[in-house]
Every structure is written in C-alpha cells, then in structure tokens.
C-alpha cells in the first residue's frame, strides 16, 4: 500500500535551518510529481511547493522562495526540503503529498504523510 | 492568484441531515477543483477531484458539482465519522496552488 514518511521535523531558532525527509513506498516513485503542503496551528493549508517526476521541475510558493529547496532521490525513494532562514510564521506541520496521476500532474493529491511539525522559536 | 472562498465557516448538524458546502473561486478555473476531508490530528484525505469525480474508495454519500467559479460539496445524509472539517483545492491556474480557508461540519 502507498505509504509517505515524513520525518525531520523539530524547534529550530529563526535564521536557521531544518531538512525535512518523506520517505515514499507502495508505489514507482519516479513516475509521479510531488509536493509539501503545510498548516500552522489551527490554520487552513498552504501549498509550499511541487516536483515533477524527474525533479527537472520545480515551483515554489512566494512565501518559501528563495530560502526552501525542494529535491528528490529516485534511487532512494525520497523527497525533501531544505527549509533556510527560517521564520516564525513559518511554524507549521509539513506534509508531503502524491499528485493523483502517475507521469502527467494533476496538482490534485491522492496520498499523504502523516505530517512533521516545524516550530521556529527563539 | 486565485483565492477560494469557503461558506458557511461552521455549519452545525445532526447525523442523517444533508450538507451542503460551498466553494467559490475569485475567477473561473473551469472544473478543476478538489475537496478534502480533514479530521483532528490526521492529514487530509482526498474526497473529490475535478469538481465531481469521486476519489477511489469514498462512498457514495459525497458528491461534488459546479463549474466556472461556483461548486458545491454535498453530504446526502451525514454520517458520525463525516464531522470533519472541508477544503476545496483549484488546479485551475498554478503555481500557486490555493485552497479554501475550510468549513467545519460539527454536530448539532
């Protein structure tokens, strides 16, 4: 059965800097494009950003630019995110999700992890 | 970017009744929106996708419709585990992705 992992998650002080991991199993990672979804405590969820299959694409939310990066080992059955200069309000569980369609994306996700939570406080 | 807006924020009640949530997207995006299920503690859980199709394994009970700007998420008769909160989802015009701000279905 399809199963993500996420782990990596954790209190980190603003400016710093946190790696998160989802491990990925149950289905042919590399023909499906992925994503981190997030949702700060008691909030409503935010697309961070989304991979394609080969990881030659990439988007990011405005608010993650330029200080997260998003990354896959197909080999490994993985994806992560490097998370920079981190921010309060970047506090949030992260989920790492599958889009519904295997080879052509659909940015409609049919499995998710069970979620990491990221908490940035001094 | 899109914005979807969600109504009614909370709606209360009784297992049985119908509900009926919906979704409005601040331009057209065609068919292309998805509604999520999310209970306290787990991650969401696909519901329906492209506006009316079922994902696999969801009874029956759940439909959605709509196109354009306006959709609608119906509950025929609510049951015990379906107190939830809801989101929609456009694919519509991404990046970015948006989802609605949810609508908690709570028991009356």
């Known amino acids: 059965q399809v199963q993500l992992v996420e782990s990596g998650g954790g209190l980190v002080k603003p400016g710093g800097s946190l790696r998160l991991s989802c491990a990925a199993s149950?289905?042919?990672?590399?023909?499906?494009?992925m994503t981190w979804i997030r949702q700060a405590p008691g909030k409503g969820l935010e697309w961070v950003s989304y991979?394609?299959?080969?990881?030659?694409?990439?988007y990011y939310a405005d608010s993650v630019k330029g200080r997260f990066t998003i990354s896959r080992d197909n080999v490994k059955n993985s994806l992560s995110l490097q998370m920079n200069n981190l921010r309060a309000e970047d506090t949030a569980v992260y989920y790492c999700?599958?889009?519904?369609?295997?080879?052509?994306?659909?940015?409609?996700?049919?499995?998710w992890g069970q979620g990491t939570l990221v908490t940035v406080s001094s | 970017e899109i914005v979807l807006t969600q109504s009614p924020a909370t709606l209360s009640l009784s297992p049985g009744e119908r509900a009926t949530l919906s979704c409005r997207a601040s331009?057209?995006?065609?068919?292309?929106l998805a509604w999520y299920q999310q209970k306290p503690g787990q991650a969401p859980r696909l519901l329906i996708y492209?506006?009316?199709n079922r994902a696999a394994g969801i009874p029956a009970r759940f439909s959605g419709s709509g196109s354009g700007t306006d959709f609608t998420l119906t509950i025929s008769s609510l049951e015990p585990e379906d107190f939830a909160v809801y989101y929609c989802q456009q694919r519509g015009n991404w990046p970015p992705v948006t989802f609605g701000q949810g609508t908690k279905v709570e028991i009356k």
């Open positions: 492209d506006a009316s």
């Open positions: 999700a599958r889009d519904r369609n295997e080879i052509v994306p659909t940015s409609t996700f049919d499995y």
């Open positions: 991979i394609s299959s080969s990881g030659g694409t990439i």
């Open positions: 149950g289905f042919t990672f590399n023909d499906y494009y």
């Open positions: 331009q057209s995006i065609s068919s292309y």
